[in-house]
């Protein structure tokens, strides 16, 4: 995809140039967006066509890029803010779920969950009546059949792992070809 081969430090000053894109529709993110706020992280609210979080290479012709550069396309992160939420998306909103992940097939899907891990669903840590066979067994037969990646992170990790996820996909797709 990339016609340049860039340096160490070429790579550095186009990806401190990177802006973390929002969905917006994303509720309850000022954990996250108060991380890229301390950090110092470019973020913009757009709309994506799936999933709530990826990114974009701003213009800079001096560096071969020619044009902004997105990559809601190739490389997206889903948040769930709890294992509640899930629940809803496996339950009463699956087939929307399911429409969500077919849309997305052409890209690399993260779902991020924050503040339990796989344990709290084997061991009922949540508050729906949605068992923790049927839980496992849903998420687990969605996860092979759409092949997206999941990952349990703390919430005050959320933003730092939005930004990480994203700076290596960039970094590791698309400048170093």
């Known amino acids: 995809m990339n016609?340049?081969?860039?340096?160490?430090?070429?790579?550095?000053?186009?990806l401190k140039t990177m802006v973390i894109l929002s969905d917006t529709r994303e509720q309850s993110n000022d954990h996250i967006t108060g991380y890229f706020e301390k950090k110092g992280i470019p973020y913009k609210s757009k709309a994506l066509s799936f999933a709530d979080y990826s990114a974009m290479l701003p213009?800079?012709?001096?560096?071969?890029?020619?044009?902004?550069?997105?990559?809601?396309?190739?490389?997206?992160?889903?948040?769930?803010?709890?294992?509640?939420?899930?629940?809803?998306n496996l339950t009463n909103g699956r087939e929307?779920?399911?429409?969500?992940?077919?849309?997305?097939?052409?890209?690399?899907?993260?779902?991020m969950i924050e503040g339990k891990s796989f344990s709290d669903i084997i061991n009922?840590?949540?508050?729906?009546?949605?068992?923790?066979?049927?839980?496992?067994?849903?998420?687990?037969?969605?996860?092979s059949e759409h092949g997206f990646n999941l990952a349990f992170i703390d919430w005050n990790d959320a933003g730092l792992y939005i930004?990480?996820?994203?700076?290596?996909?960039?970094?590791?797709?698309?400048?170093?070809?």
């Open 124 to 143: 009922h840590r949540y508050t729906t009546q949605f068992s923790e066979k049927a839980y496992m067994a849903s998420l687990l037969s969605l996860q």
């Open 163 to 177: 930004y990480s996820f994203l700076y290596y996909h960039v970094r590791n797709k698309f400048l170093k070809g």
């Open 3 to 14: 016609l340049y081969r860039y340096t160490d430090t070429e790579l550095k000053k186009l």
């Open 59 to 88: 213009a800079d012709p001096d560096m071969g890029v020619m044009r902004d550069l997105f990559f809601d396309q190739s490389c997206v992160i889903e948040r769930k803010g709890s294992l509640e939420e899930l629940s809803g």
């Open 96 to 111: 929307r779920f399911k429409d969500e992940l077919a849309r997305s097939s052409k890209a690399e899907f993260h779902l």
